[in-house]
């Protein structure tokens, strides 16, 4: 893959921070609202200060590896890939997760789709997605990381379409996802 343009970066990191446009809520992402508690993780082994919250960090997990399992569909999740992928979620996060948090997770994620298969990881990631406004959020910043790497691909689409079956929504979902990511982009 040749490496993402910088402009094109910096349109997914702003749009990962943002809720979707469908969203009664007008926070955040999911994304960036969770990494407020995975970001609490010290790199010492410290008892937690009060106000963390270990489902958020489960979740900021989740919805990561949702987007990895994504950007993996091709079997090819190359260096270029891998340091936008990173670059994407520390920026959309805004400081609050760190890059080697998130170079961290990404090699955890790697060890777990090589040990147990793509289906298997689809099914741990809807463990942890417990609301439809979440799973509808989780696909569409998969879509929107999608982007990073020249579009959704068909493989990656189906991997969505999978992520979507996992998590009780239709086809229609995909759609949406997909079409919010590209709308969001073209602005």
Known sequence: MSVPDES???????QLSRPPSYSASKKASILSMAAA??????????TQPTGFDPEA???????????????N???EFDAAEQSAFRHVVV???????????????????????????????????SKSIVREDQAREVLRIAALLAHVSGG????????????????????????????????????
């Open 8 to 14: 094109l970066l910096g349109k997914v990191a702003t």
């Open 37 to 46: 508690s995975y970001g609490w993780k010290s790199g010492d082994e410290v």
């Open 57 to 71: 960090a489960r979740l900021f997990e989740s919805v990561v590896e949702a987007a990895y399992l994504v950007a």
């Open 73 to 75: 569909a091709d079997g």
């Open 91 to 125: 920026t959309a996060c805004g400081g609050l997760v760190v890059e080697r948090q998130v170079s961290a997770l990404l090699e955890d994620l790697a060890d777990q789709l090589a040990e147990d298969g793509l289906e298997k990881r689809v099914k741990m990631v």
């Open 152 to 187: 959704v691909s068909g493989v990656e689409r189906e991997v969505i379409g999978k992520l979507a079956a996992e998590l009780r929504l239709d086809s229609s979902a995909v759609d949406a996802a997909v079409t919010e990511a590209q709308s969001a982009l073209a602005d």
